[in-house]
């Protein structure tokens, strides 16, 4: 780094040219899980379940006869909400995925807004793999990064295999140290 006439360190900040930027098309994107897509329409299952029991029960409850419409609507509500639950995972889980470069890590989403955001591995602070009842009966974890200056986790990654989550949580930890040893 180039130094002024009293030896103190000057910034510099030269320009890059756009041919130059690495692109996002040009990285082997990584698909979720597969039985991603299974786990989320079990989920909307076990949640339609619930609805259905709970309008059942209501549906014993004494009403008068013009507010038992709301019980066609609820029914109506519960089968949209069911049928799109069981479709939407395979429409969008196929969108998402997420791919390793040598200094950051990237992930896209979206069906129609799609997003693509970028982690710089020397931003990193901290990595978690999360898993709930049901993501371990699909052998399935999210991974979770915290960046410095994030309040809360700046990405998370649902739907992949649980051994590889593991695996990609030392990879980013050891990646995050090494830059963090370097600076």
Not at 38 to 60: K, M, P
Not at 106 to 118: C, E, H, I, N, P
Not at 121 to 134: D, G
Not at 145 to 165: E, M, N
């Amino acid at each position: 780094m180039p130094s002024d006439c009293q030896g103190h360190r000057v910034f510099e900040n030269p320009e890059i040219s756009l041919d130059e930027l690495p692109s996002a098309d040009d990285v082997e994107w990584r698909s979720l899980a597969a039985r991603y897509v299974r786990r989320l329409q079990v989920q909307s299952l076990i949640t339609a379940t619930v609805a259905v029991i709970g309008v059942v029960v209501l549906q014993a409850a004494p009403l008068p006869i013009t507010q038992r419409w709301l019980f066609g609507l609820a029914w109506l509500l519960i089968g949209i909400n069911g049928v799109s639950g069981l479709l939407w995972p395979l429409v969008s889980v196929p969108h998402k995925g997420y791919a390793i470069r040598d200094k950051d890590i990237l992930y896209r989403s979206g069906v129609f807004w799609r997003t693509v955001t970028a982690v710089p591995f020397n931003r990193v602070q901290h990595v978690e793999t999360s898993s709930t009842p049901l993501d371990r009966y699909f052998r399935l974890a999210a991974l979770q990064l915290f960046t410095a200056g994030g309040s809360g986790g700046d990405l998370k990654i649902y739907g992949v295999p649980a051994d590889v989550a593991e695996s990609l949580r030392l990879f980013i930890l050891e990646k995050a140290g090494a830059s963090i040893e370097r600076s």
